[in-house]
């Protein structure tokens, strides 16, 4: 079992940056690809960003040059980068993990204000 938890979240004007973070805990060692997804009202979830073990990394279109994802193995932390924000990348972000089984949070409210 995998436990995410994710923080990092709040209300931002746009243009501005934030920083989500994702620990992990649990038996993490399947898990071979880590990422960010999110859910705006009355849209399906949406991949944002992916990590593999090996550092390979994926972003949706939409935030490539403004998002950045990273991992921190020492602290069992992803993070995501958030610049440039866009009213539009207001959503709830959820931190994903996958291997064997598929793991989430209970996501983070990222709101931009225009």
């Known amino acids: 079992q995998v436990q995410l938890v994710e923080s990092g979240g709040g209300l931002v004007q746009a243009g501005g940056s934030l920083r989500l973070s994702c620990t992990a805990s649990g038996r993490f060692n399947s898990i071979n690809t880590m990422g960010w997804y999110r859910q705006a009202p009355g849209k399906l979830r949406e991949l944002v960003a992916t990590i593999t073990n090996g550092d390979s990394t994926n972003y949706a279109d939409s935030v490539k040059g403004r998002f950045t994802i990273s991992r921190d193995n020492a602290k069992n932390t992803v993070y995501l980068q958030m610049n440039s924000l866009k009213p539009e990348d207001t959503a709830v972000y959820y931190c994903?993990?996958?291997?064997?089984?598929?793991?989430w949070g209970k996501g983070t409210l990222v709101t931009v204000s225009s």
């Open positions: 994903n993990a996958r291997g064997v089984m598929t793991y």
